[in-house]
């Protein structure tokens, strides 16, 4: 199957091989939350929502008194997939997105600064269409923001990959399914530190480093776009209050 | 913040501390007294009416892989409603007909009482209120979701997801499920050698000549539709569509479901410290009418907006 288009050099949703898919994000949809957001990559519809820091409600799970304790929650809705048929939580992918997340959120919260608290992170996927777990770190980096939890850096993330010879940025679920190599990369943006690598299937070691350079790329962007965000809001919050 | 202080007035409640206080942690301490010193003004703390219900916005077809869907917003309360259409063998008793299978999830985003390890409470309970609603109120002639006389049929799975709980959690997500049947097309279909029934795309249809078992893609026609409204009665007073605060406060809640036709669909009143009277019965179905009637206005301006895309 012809992913790029030999002739017009266009992939199947017409974008060219280093376009992302459209980005939108709203932050504060859930008011029930300390903070939320929700992120769209193109047909990928997220929300995240945090919770805290507020007590850690399991004592056992507490490792130490200096820091405090990071949980996320990954689900799926029912009707978010193609197919109905799956359990939304408890699955294993569902389990290991759910700890990729968490660790990836957990190198950029400075939790010694909230010691014998808890922080939930809990993130619900509405639509999937590829990328759910990239955006699922950029929805959570921005409900973390809104629920004003102190922050080293902002998380972005974003997958690419490599497609009829050719490095593709973004992949959506059809190309993302074709078999060919996935890379997602979680970086901390101006700090300019990876966090989060993840791939599959084989690639060459150089074909690997322009994939990935494409991806840090990917993430910068969004990190751009995830700032603007972050502005705009302010300015509202700033309006509110009558300043 | 304002930093007001609430002085001891008429309506009793705590005395002391309370006397001088910040209004939001008076709010936190003594929620009754300071519910009692508003309804003795007719009024809540959102400055609604007693007999006002919150802003309420459907919007249709925001999922857009499910066959119907909807996304219901009274005031704070968020509800998405999605319907998934499979194919199945209709059971002996009944050839003709299809089904309708309801779940009703609250995940940990909604809520502050909802964690992984402690799913909410009601959310079995209304799960269950939505699923007797929908099928006591013959909204769906399941007759319409036969698709081949006793080999195949249509079930319909309705999937409702909390994206918010801000009270009226039951009268929400009844009018999400409501809204999403209003938007639900029946996809075309056509049968394989071997029997299997399978979904044609529009797409597909037009390049291949597939032996289509239902000519057009349709929509269900509904009769009498449901509509509910949620009350919380606290002494004698009688406030319609509670936030999530008053829920907890208020002695008891009672929802009431009328149809279209003006027939009582559904009484619910779990219980509660609150004793229920005639004559307050029928004040709630005096409001229910009135909010029935607002609900259907806005009900068929989303679905004509969506008809106008």
């Known amino acids: 199957m012809e992913y790029v288009n030999p002739l017009t050099g266009l992939r199947i949703d017409g974008r060219r091989p280093t376009e992302m898919r459209h980005l939108k994000a709203q932050i504060g949809v859930v008011s029930k939350a300390d903070g939320s957001a929700l992120f769209e990559m193109g047909n990928t519809r997220v929300i995240a929502a945090v919770y805290g820091p507020r007590e850690v409600q399991n004592k056992g799970q507490q490792m130490n008194n200096t820091e405090a304790l990071v949980r996320c929650e990954y689900s799926m809705a029912n009707f978010s997939t193609g197919d109905r048929a799956r359990k939304p939580k408890g699955d294993r992918r569902s389990t290991e997105i759910s700890l990729v997340i968490r660790q990836t959120m957990e190198a950029c919260i400075l939790t010694k600064l909230m010691p014998r608290s808890q922080i939930d992170i809990f993130v619900q996927v509405l639509q999937a269409d590829g990328g759910t777990r990239s955006a699922c770190i950029n929805a959570a980096t921005l409900a973390l923001a809104d629920a004003g939890i102190p922050m080293r850096d902002i998380v972005t993330s974003c997958s690419a990959g490599y497609l009829c010879t050719m490095p593709l940025l973004d992949l959506n679920y059809a190309e993302d399914s074709a078999g060919g190599p996935d890379v997602t990369v979680g970086i901390l943006a101006k700090m300019d530190k990876v966090t989060l690598l993840q791939m599959d299937a084989k690639l060459p070691l150089d074909t690997f480093e322009t994939v990935m350079q494409l991806a840090i790329e990917g993430c910068k962007a969004i990190a751009q776009y995830i700032r603007e965000i972050m502005l705009q809001n302010t300015k509202q919050l700033e309006c509110r209050r009558g300043s | ?309």
Request: proline content about 6%; hydrophobic content about 40%.
């Open chain 2, 1 to 309: 913040m304002e930093t007001t202080q609430m002085t001891e007035g008429g309506g009793g409640g705590a005395t002391g501390i309370a006397a001088q206080m910040e209004v939001e942690a008076f709010r936190r301490l003594f929620p009754l007294p300071f519910y009692k010193r508003h309804l003795l003004e007719s009024v809540r703390p959102d400055a609604r009416a007693l007999d006002y219900a919150r802003d309420t916005t459907i919007s249709l077809g925001p999922v857009a892989s499910a066959d119907g869907s909807a996304l219901v917003k009274i005031g704070e309360t968020a509800m998405l409603a999605a319907i998934k259409l499979e194919v199945m063998t209709p059971s002996k008793e009944r050839p003709d007909e299809g089904s309708i299978v309801v779940e009703f999830y609250m995940p940990p985003i909604c809520s502050p009482m909802v964690r992984p390890g402690r799913p909410a409470e009601v959310a079995p309970v209304i799960s269950k209120q939505l699923l007797d609603v929908i099928r006591s109120s013959g909204m769906v002639n399941l007759k319409e979701l036969c698709l081949i006389s006793g080999k195949a049929s249509w079930i319909a799975y309705l999937d409702i997801y909390c994206l918010n709980a801000d009270g009226s959690l039951f009268d929400a997500a009844l009018l999400s499920a409501v809204a999403a049947f209003t938007h639900l097309q029946i996809p075309l279909v056509s049968v394989t050698e071997e029997g299997r029934v399978f979904t044609v795309s529009s797409e597909q249809e037009e390049k291949t000549k597939f032996e289509l078992v239902n000519k057009e893609k349709r929509k269900l026609s509904l009769s009498s539709i449901p509509f509910p409204l949620t009350c919380v009665i606290h002494e004698d007073y009688i406030l319609v569509d509670p936030t999530a605060e008053e829920e907890t406060v208020m002695e008891t809640s009672i929802t009431l479901v009328l149809d279209t036709l003006g027939n009582l669909v559904s009484i619910y009143k779990p219980g509660g410290v609150g004793l229920a009277s005639t004559e307050i019965m029928k004040e709630c179905i005096t409001r229910t009418k009135r909010r029935m009637q607002e609900l259907k206005t806005i009900l068929e301006e989303s679905v004509s907006v969506m008809e106008v895309d």
